[in-house]
């Protein structure tokens, strides 16, 4: 009996190692993709008067950067929709991988997981997000003046650099943001919420 018991304890320690190890560590909480796209959107929006404000006449690596600080604030911004600190980073491909800032430090550190990604869907004006789960909401997007444009511009770049193709998006499978709903695992706040 002993023996048997000592057997499902090693076995059942040798699963928990493996199920550790190769279906990844930790798990983050669903995210509310609605309110990444609403909180994109309205990133995009402001940042634009910003760049008016300040006389800005074109978009170099310095005002990626602020926007990406930006658009941090934005996302963290209360109501929260996320149960930590949201940290955003811009890949080389230019898409925005939002990750769990457990710290706040604003770089993604060991054991802070991906949360979410929106990338830009040129072909069809629109900004993709998507959790961790796979699932992706759209929301139609051309933005708003010519700095902006040349944000947006900026980032294409980016993706072209990166081998990513006007048309790399048009076989998602990508629900409607005015048809979104957020999983019961996501908490959601703002604006838009339950929309």
Known sequence: MFGQLKGLVILGVVGFILYSVFLGGKSEQTADLGQVLDRTEFALVNYQGYLETNSFDSVAEEQMTEFTGYYTDVLNADPRFYGTSLGLTVQNDATFLGYADDNG???????????????????????????????????????????????????????????????????????????????????????????
């Not at 869907?121 to 789960?133: F, K, M, P, Q, S």
């Open 105 to 195: 430090n604003r770089v993604q550190d060991e054991g802070e997981g991906k949360v979410f990604t929106v990338e830009i869907d040129e072909a069809n004006n629109r900004l993709i997000a998507t959790d961790v789960a796979g699932n992706s909401s759209g929301l139609r997007f051309s933005g708003t003046g010519f700095l902006t444009g040349m944000l947006l511009g900026n980032l294409l770049g980016r993706q072209r650099a990166a081998g990513v193709t006007p048309n790399s998006f048009n076989n998602r499978n990508v629900t409607p943001r005015s048809q979104y709903q957020a999983p019961r695992s996501a908490r959601s706040g703002g604006p838009r919420a339950g929309k």
